[in-house]
Nanobody, 127 residues
Framework: QVQLVESGGGLVQAGGSLRLSCVAS????????MGWFRQAPGKEHEFVVG????????AYGDSVKGRFTISRGNAENTVYLQMNSLKPEDTAVYYC????????????????????WGQGTQVTVSS
């Protein structure tokens, strides 16, 4: 299965932008639906966004709709999360996750549906 490495986190002021990347090792990235989750201190994993194997279907958590955009480049084995209009409440560790599937058009919402996770990258938004 793939292994995932996130990057791109950091400290940004409210209203700013960051772009997270998640690079997958292995030759079967194009068979994985991908997702981003985040976890703030003392809270559960929160679904941020998911993207289907094909990239044609996406689903966003209500708190990030209209501000975040997911994309994937299967040739680069990479999934991206563009985060705009950041708010202090977006502060969290962001995790990339992968689920192998034969359903090329499905997105997945629950953390327990994803068996593969990256190590996370910290995003801090100052007010």
């Amino acid at each position: 299965q793939v292994q995932l490495v996130e990057s791109g986190g950091g400290l940004v002021q409210a209203g700013g932008s960051l772009r997270l990347s998640c690079v997958a090792s292995g030759r079967t990235f194009s068979s994985y639906a991908m997702g981003w989750f985040r976890q703030a201190p003392g809270k559960e994993h929160e679904f941020v966004v998911g993207i289907s194997v094909s990239g044609g279907m996406t689903a966003y958590g209500d708190s990030v709709k209209g501000r975040f955009t997911i994309s994937r480049g299967n040739a680069e084995n990479t999934v991206y999360l563009q985060m705009n209009s950041l708010k202090p409440e977006d502060t969290a560790v962001y995790y990339c996750a992968a689920k192998g599937t034969r359903d090329y058009s499905r997105t997945y919402y629950r953390a327990d549906e994803y068996p593969v996770w990256g190590q996370g990258t910290q995003v801090t938004v100052s007010s």
